[in-house]
C-alpha cells in the first residue's frame, strides 16, 4: 500500500487474511450496511402499522365486498410465486457479483427486476379490476386498508426495480468496482425484505381472507 | 448575588407553598373537582389526595436535599465542606432510591387499580336509572328512556340514585364532564359507553365537553341538577305533559352544526339513541353491541324498531362526507 | 373529491389585522434578507458554507438558529392565547383563529422547536464527544435538515397562505377529516409533520449508526459519556415510533384527499385507531424530547460540580428503562375512552413505573453534585432550576396516572400546567442549559453572563406565575381549548395571573436573544477550548473545533477522558502529533440535499392544495435527486496532511 489513509470515521481498513465477502471491503461499507438494515427496521414497523389497520378493519366492509368474495385464489397465488423466484434470481446476482463476474451479476439483476415488473403488472390488473366492479378505496374502511397496505408494498418494490435498473447500468459503465458491490449487496437486502412483507401479506391480507 | 438568588427561590417556593395550600384546604364550591357532590367524585379526589401524599415524601426530600447541597458544596473559597471528586457509587444508596419508589408506586398502583374496578359500575344494591347521552356539534341531548323525555343542554337527574350514563356522539369525539359528580369519559361515535356518577345532595352542578370539537366547543356548557326522586318524578310528568315532542326532522335539525340554548321535548323517536349508535359504526363495535343488547334486548342485533330505518344517504356516499353539509 | 372546493378559499388569507401584520413582516423580512446578502455579496457565501454543508457542527448551527426562530414563532402565538384568555368574554380572537393559534402553538413547539432543538445537540456535541470527524452519513444528515427546515417553512406559510390547522396538535379525526375540516389547513399538518417525520427518522439511523459504530478506538459503551448514551436512547425511539407517525398520518392523508375511510364514521372507519396509532408515537415522543435533556444535565452537573456521576450504570440503565416503558403507556392519553378495567389498571401502572428510573436520575444527579463544588455558572444554573420544577411535573404525572383521578384531570388545565412543566421544565430548561454550555465550542466565545441572568430568573419566575395556576384552574373545572370562558365560575383571577406570567417569560425571551446578540461583540473569547474545565472529548478540541474535528483520532481509556488526563497533567495526550497525521477522508459539499428539501417542499404544496400535478412534480424530483446521488462516483475527497499539519499548527496545537 502506497500510503495508509485514515478514513473520517476512523476505522482501519480491512486488511484480514480471513475472507471478507466484496460488499464488505471498503473501509466504510459495514457501516453503510448497517445503517440499511437500521431503515429496514423501522420500514418493518411502518408496516407493522399498516398491518394492524389492515386486521382492524378487515371486517369493516360497509356496503361493500368482503374479502372472501372479492379475492382469486389464482391471482394471488401467481404474484407470490413471481415475487419468491425473484428473490431467488437476486441472490444469485450477490453470487456473481461476489465472483466480481458483471455480466452475469447484470443479467441476473435484470431477470429479477423483469419478474418484480411481472409482479407489479400483476398487482395493477388486480387492483384495476377491483375498481372496475365498484370495490375502491372509498367503497369501505376495509378497501381502504386493502389498497393501501398491498399498494404500499407494491410502491416499495417498483422503487425496488428502478434502483436495480440504476446499478445495472452503473455496473456496465464502470465494472464490479467495492462502492457498486455494496450497492449490489444492499439492494437485494431490500429485495428479500419485501420478499417477507410479502410473505405476511400473502398470509394476513389474501389467506385469512379466503378462508374462514 | 448568590444570596439573592437564594433568597428568590426561597420566595419562590413559598409561592408554591401559598398556590399548593389554596388547593388543599377544601375551598369551596368553585374548587369543584376538590368539593365532589357525590361518591364517584369523592373516590376520585380520595385517590387525588393519595396520590399527592405519596408523592411528597419524594418531592420533600428532593428538594430538601438539592437546598442544602447546592448551599453546602457551592464552589466558594474557604469552603469547608468535604470534596470527594470520586465519590461516584454507592451500592446502599442505590438500593434506597430505587427502593423507595418501587414501593411507593406498588402503594398507589394497588389503590389505583381498586379504584378503576369500584368505579366501573354502582354498587350492586342500588338500582340505577339510565340517561342516554349523545354529544352534536355543539350541543347535548339528554334522552331518559323511563320517562321517554329528552332535554337539550341540561340534564335533570334524582339525588341518591346512582345514574348511568349511555354516551355516544353523533360528530366528532366529546366528552362527557360533570366535575363535582365525578369524572369524564368520551362520547363517541359508534360506540355506547357507560359512565356511572351519582349525586349525594341536591344542586346544580356544572358540566362542559372536555375534547375539542371544533369553533363552538367553548360553548359545549351544559348543567346538570340533582333533585329528590319525588320531585324528579314530578318533573318527567311536567315535561310529558308540557313540552313539544322531539320528531325525526327535529333530531335531523340538532346534527347540524349550531351553538343553542336549552330545549325540551315530551318525547323522542323510538331508537334514535340505537340508530344513531349503529349508523356511525355501532355494528362493527362487540361492546356497543352487547350495551344495546341490555339496554333494548332485540334492537343491537340488526333488528331495527318498526317504522326506524337508516337513511341510505349516510353509507352509501362515497367522499365520505356524512350528511349535514 | 372534486377540487371545486378550493374556490371556496381565495390563498391569500385575508380580513385579519393580524394577518395582514404578519403578511407585512414576512415581505419586510424576506426583502431585507436578500438586500443584505446581495449587499455585502454573500449570496455564495451561504451556499458555500451553509446550503450546501454536511458538515456536522454547520447543520447544528443551522437547526440551533431555526429553534430559536421557532420558538419565537409558537411563543408569539402562546402571548396571544393567553392574552385572549386574560379576562372572561374577551374578542381580541375569535374562536377560528384560537384554534388555529393553539394548534400551531403546539404543534411548532413540539416538532419544529424542541426537535429541531434536540438535534442541534446530537450534531453538536456527539461526533466530538466520541471521537468521531463528523456522523455516519453526512449527506444523509443534510437532507434530515432540509426536510426539516421546509416542513418548518410549510406549516409556516399557512398562516397567511390558505388557512393554519386547527383541530389541535394531535388532529384527531373526525375532527380533522374532510367533512368536518374542509380546506387546506390540515393538509399543512399532515404534510408538514410527515415531511420532517422522515428527516427525523433519518437523524435517528445516523445517530445510532455514528455512535455504535464510530467512536474513538477504546471508547467502549460503559465508557461513553452520557449525552451520547441519551442519544442511543433517543435514536432508538426515534427509529421505532415515528414510522407510526408517518403512518397514521398518510392514513388521515389518505381519508382527507383521497375519500377512504380509516377514520371517518361512515363505512366502517375507526376513529379510534387514529388516536392509538397517533399515540404509539406521540408517548415515545414525550421521551424523545425528555431523554437528551437528561444526558445534558448530566453532563453538567457533573461538569460544573467537578465530579464524577454519580451512578454511571444507574445512569445508563435508567435511560434504557425509560426508553422501553416508553412503549407501553400509550393508552394513558385517552384512559377515559372506555376501555376495560384491567386494560386501565396496566397502563396505569405502566406509566408510574416510568417515574422510579426517573426519580433515580434525579437523585443520582443530587448525589454528583454531594461533595462537589458547585460552580453557578448558566448551565448549571439552569440545571438546579431544573430539578424542582421537573420533579413537580413528574409528581403531577404520576398524578395524572392515576387512571380513576384522570378522570378529573383529563383535558382540563390540570393535563395543561402539568405538560408545560415537564416539557418547559424538562426539555426546554435542558435545551438552554446545554446552548450555554456547548455555546462557546460551536462560536467559540461565551453567552455573557448578566444578561442570561435577566432571561433566566424572568424566565424561571415567569413560568411559575404562568403555569402554577393553571393547575388550580383544572380542578376548578377549566377545559383545555377553550377560546373564552364566561365569568362566574370564578376563573378570572387565575387566568389573568397566568396571563401576566406569558409576559413574563415573553421578557425572559427578548433578554435570552439580547444576550446572544450583545455576545456576538462583547462575550469573552473563548482561547482554551475548554472554558468550563470539562471532562469529555469535545473540550480537548479547540473551540471552534476545525472541520474534521481530530486531526488525530484520540485512544480512550477511561470515562470522562480529558479530565482525568488533565489531573495528571496529561493532556498533551490528547494533541496531535504530526508524524501520526494521515490524509483524512472527508465528505464533499452537495447542493443536492437542499434540491431534495425544495422537492419535498413542492410534493407537500401539491398535496395542500391538492394540486396533483405539482405533487409529481415535486416526487419526479425526488427521485431524480436519488438517482442522481447513486450515479455520483466520488462524493468524497481527502485533505492532504500538509493542509491538516498546517491548520492545526495555527491554532497553536502543534
Not at chain 1, 69 to 91: A, C, N, P, Q
Not at chain 3, 2 to 11: A, D, E, T
Not at chain 3, 265 to 287: K, L, S
Not at chain 3, 435 to 453: C, H, I, N, S, T
Request: hydrophobic share 50%; with cysteine; aromatic share 14%.
Amino acid at each position: 500500500m502506497a500510503t495508509v489513509i485514515e478514513h473520517a470515521h476512523g476505522h482501519p481498513a480491512h486488511e484480514g487474511e480471513h475472507y471478507v465477502p466484496l460488499e464488505y471491503k471498503e473501509k466504510d461499507d459495514s457501516l453503510k450496511v448497517f445503517g440499511f438494515w437500521l431503515f429496514l427496521t423501522q420500514d418493518m414497523v411502518l408496516f407493522a402499522c399498516l398491518f394492524a389497520t389492515f386486521v382492524v378493519l378487515r371486517t369493516h366492509t360497509g356496503n361493500g365486498p368482503d374479502s372472501e368474495s372479492l379475492f382469486d385464489v389464482k391471482g394471488f397465488i401467481e404474484e407470490t410465486f413471481i415475487l419468491l423466484t425473484s428473490s431467488f434470481t437476486g441472490g444469485i446476482s450477490t453470487f456473481y457479483m461476489r465472483k466480481k463476474r458483471a455480466i452475469g451479476t447484470v443479467v441476473w439483476l435484470l431477470i429479477t427486476a423483469a419478474l418484480g415488473a411481472a409482479f407489479v403488472s400483476l398487482e395493477i390488473t388486480e387492483f384495476l379490476h377491483y375498481i372496475s366492479i365498484g370495490a375502491t378505496m372509498q367503497t369501505s374502511a376495509f378497501l381502504s386498508a386493502f389498497f393501501t397496505l398491498v399498494g404500499t408494498h407494491g410502491a416499495h418494490v417498483s422503487v425496488g426495480i428502478i434502483w436495480m435498473l440504476s446499478i445495472v447500468i452503473q455496473i456496465l459503465r464502470r465494472g464490479i468496482t467495492p462502492a457498486l458491490s455494496r450497492k449490489v449487496f444492499i439492494v437485494n437486502l431490500y429485495w428479500h425484505f419485501l420478499d417477507v412483507v410479502w410473505v405476511f401479506i400473502f398470509t394476513v391480507v389474501y389467506m385469512m381472507g379466503v378462508i374462514h | 448575588m448568590k444570596g439573592k438568588q437564594q433568597t428568590r427561590r426561597l420566595l419562590t417556593y413559598a409561592g408554591l407553598g401559598a398556590v399548593a395550600t389554596v388547593m388543599l384546604s377544601g375551598c369551596g364550591a368553585q374548587y369543584q373537582v376538590l368539593d365532589p357532590a357525590g361518591p364517584v367524585g369523592q373516590q376520585e379526589l380520595n385517590l387525588i389526595v393519595a396520590s399527592v401524599v405519596l408523592m411528597l415524601i419524594v418531592i420533600i426530600p428532593v428538594i430538601a436535599i438539592l437546598v442544602y447541597v447546592v448551599y453546602r458544596y457551592r464552589d466558594k473559597p474557604g469552603n469547608t465542606a468535604p470534596y470527594d471528586p470520586h465519590f461516584s457509587d454507592s451500592k446502599v444508596l442505590e438500593v434506597i432510591w430505587w427502593g423507595i419508589p418501587i414501593l411507593i408506586v406498588a402503594i398507589l398502583g394497588t389503590e389505583t387499580v381498586r379504584t378503576t374496578f369500584q368505579l366501573t359500575k354502582p354498587p350492586s344494591n342500588a338500582t340505577p336509572i339510565t340517561v342516554e347521552v349523545t354529544s352534536f356539534d355543539w350541543k347535548w341531548l339528554f334522552q331518559y328512556p323511563d320517562g321517554h323525555v329528552a332535554t337539550v343542554n341540561y340534564a335533570y337527574i334524582p339525588v341518591g340514585v346512582p345514574v348511568n350514563f349511555v354516551l355516544t356522539s353523533d360528530a366528532p369525539m366529546n366528552s362527557f364532564w360533570v366535575p363535582r359528580l365525578g369524572g369524564q369519559e368520551y362520547t363517541m361515535p359508534g360506540m355506547a359507553m357507560t359512565l356511572w356518577l351519582q349525586a349525594a345532595q341536591p344542586g346544580v352542578y356544572y358540566g362542559h365537553g372536555a375534547n375539542f370539537t371544533g369553533r363552538g366547543f367553548s360553548h359545549t356548557t351544559f348543567y346538570v341538577t340533582a333533585l329528590s326522586m319525588d320531585k324528579y318524578q314530578q318533573w318527567i310528568a311536567h315535561v310529558q305533559q308540557s313540552a313539544p315532542a322531539l320528531t325525526q326532522t327535529d333530531y335531523r335539525q340538532l346534527s347540524v352544526p349550531s351553538v343553542i340554548g336549552n330545549e325540551t321535548f315530551s318525547s323522542y323517536p323510538t331508537g334514535s339513541f340505537e340508530n344513531t349508535v349503529l349508523r356511525d359504526g355501532g355494528q362493527y363495535m362487540a361492546e356497543s353491541m352487547q350495551m344495546m343488547n341490555k339496554l333494548h334486548p332485540g334492537t343491537g342485533s340488526g333488528s331495527m324498531p318498526s317504522g326506524m330505518t337508516m337513511p341510505t344517504t349516510t353509507t352509501t356516499n362515497k367522499t365520505g362526507h356524512k350528511k349535514h353539509k | 373529491m372534486p377540487p371545486s372546493h378550493l374556490s371556496h378559499w381565495g390563498l391569500l388569507i385575508t380580513g385579519d389585522p393580524l394577518i395582514y401584520g404578519a403578511d407585512a413582516s414576512i415581505a419586510l423580512a424576506s426583502i431585507a434578507i436578500v438586500y443584505v446578502l446581495t449587499k455585502y455579496k454573500k449570496w455564495k457565501w451561504l451556499w458555500d458554507e451553509w446550503l450546501t454543508t454536511v458538515d456536522h457542527k454547520k447543520i447544528g448551527i443551522m437547526y440551533l438558529i431555526a429553534a430559536i426562530l421557532m420558538l419565537f414563532r409558537a411563543g408569539t402565538d402562546a402571548e396571544l392565547m393567553r392574552t385572549q384568555l386574560a379576562l372572561p368574554n374577551l374578542h381580541f380572537l375569535g374562536p377560528e383563529h384560537y384554534d388555529q393559534i393553539f394548534t400551531t402553538h403546539g404543534t411548532v413547539m413540539l416538532l419544529f422547536m424542541a426537535m429541531p432543538f434536540i438535534f442541534a445537540l446530537m450534531n453538536i456535541a456527539v461526533p466530538l464527544q466520541i471521537g468521531a470527524r463528523d456522523v455516519a452519513f453526512p449527506y444523509l444528515n443534510a437532507i434530515s435538515f432540509w426536510l426539516f427546515f421546509f416542513a418548518a417553512m410549510l406549516i409556516n406559510i399557512s398562516f397567511v397562505i390558505g388557512g393554519s390547522p386547527d383541530a389541535g396538535w394531535t388532529s384527531y379525526a373526525p375532527l380533522a377529516g374532510s367533512t368536518f375540516d374542509p380546506g387546506p389547513g390540515e393538509n399543512f399538518y399532515l404534510m408538514s409533520l410527515e415531511i420532517t417525520g422522515i428527516g427525523s427518522i433519518g437523524t435517528g439511523i445516523n445517530f445510532l449508526a455514528t455512535i455504535l459504530k464510530m467512536r474513538a478506538p477504546g471508547m467502549s459503551l460503559m465508557k461513553m459519556p452520557l449525552f451520547s448514551w441519551s442519544i442511543v436512547a433517543t435514536s432508538i425511539l426515534i427509529l421505532y415510533a415515528f414510522p407510526a407517525l408517518t403512518v397514521v398520518l398518510a392514513l388521515l392523508l389518505i381519508d382527507r384527499v383521497a375519500g377512504a375511510h380509516f377514520f371517518t364514521i361512515t363505512a366502517g372507519g375507526n376513529p379510534m385507531m387514529y388516536i392509538n396509532m397517533f399515540w404509539i408515537w406521540g408517548h415515545p415522543e414525550v421521551y424523545i424530547l425528555i431523554l437528551p435533556a437528561f444526558g445534558v444535565f448530566s453532563e453538567i452537573v457533573s461538569t460544573f460540580s467537578r465530579k464524577t456521576i454519580f451512578g454511571y450504570k444507574s445512569m445508563v440503565f435508567s435511560l434504557l428503562l425509560i426508553s422501553l416503558i416508553s412503549y407501553f403507556v400509550w393508552a394513558h392519553h385517552f384512559f377515559t375512552m372506555g376501555a376495560d378495567a384491567s386494560v386501565n389498571s396496566f397502563f396505569a401502572i405502566a406509566s408510574m413505573l416510568v417515574g422510579i428510573p426517573t426519580g433515580v436520575k434525579i437523585f443520582n444527579w443530587l448525589f454528583t453534585m454531594f461533595r462537589g463544588r458547585i460552580r453557578m455558572k448558566m448551565p448549571m444554573l439552569w440545571t438546579i432550576a431544573f430539578i424542582p420544577c421537573f420533579t413537580m411535573g413528574g409528581m403531577t404525572g404520576v398524578m395524572l396516572a392515576a387512571a380513576p383521578a384522570d378522570y378529573q384531570y383529563h383535558n382540563s388545565y390540570f393535563l395543561i400546567a402539568h405538560f408545560h412543566q415537564v416539557l418547559i421544565g424538562g426539555t426546554l430548561f435542558g435545551m438552554l442549559a446545554a446552548m450555554y454550555y456547548w455555546w462557546p465550542k460551536v462560536f467559540g466565545f461565551l453567552l455573557d453572563e448578566r444578561w442570561a441572568k435577566w432571561a433566566f430568573w424572568m424566565f424561571n419566575i415567569g413560568f411559575y406565575v404562568c403555569f402554577e395556576p393553571q393547575y388550580v384552574l383544572g380542578l376548578m373545572g377549566m377545559q383545555r381549548r377553550m377560546y373564552t370562558y364566561p365569568s362566574g365560575l370564578g376563573w378570572t383571577d387565575l387566568n389573568f395571573i397566568s396571563t401576566i406570567g406569558a409576559f413574563i417569560m415573553g421578557l425572559g425571551f427578548i433578554f435570552l436573544v439580547w444576550d446572544i446578540i450583545y455576545s456576538i461583540r462583547h462575550g469573552e473569547r473563548d482561547l482554551t477550548g475548554d472554558p468550563w474545565d470539562g471532562r469529555t472529548l469535545e473540550w480537548s478540541l479547540p473551540s471552534p473545533a476545525p472541520h474534521y474535528n481530530f486531526a488525530v483520532i484520540p485512544h480512550v481509556t477511561q470515562l470522562d477522558q480529558w479530565w482525568e488526563l488533565k489531573q495528571q497533567g496529561r493532556q498533551d495526550e490528547l494533541r496531535p502529533k504530526a508524524s501520526d497525521i494521515r490524509p483524512i477522508h472527508m465528505p464533499k459539499n452537495s447542493g443536492k440535499p437542499f434540491l431534495f428539501g425544495l422537492a419535498f417542499f413542492v410534493v407537500g404544496v401539491g398535496f395542500v392544495f391538492e394540486w396533483y400535478a405539482v405533487a409529481v412534480i415535486g416526487f419526479l424530483g425526488v427521485g431524480a435527486l436519488l438517482l442522481a446521488r447513486s450515479f455520483e462516483a466520488h462524493p468524497d475527497y481527502h485533505i492532504p496532511v500538509d493542509e491538516v499539519v498546517h491548520t492545526e499548527t495555527a491554532l497553536g496545537r502543534l
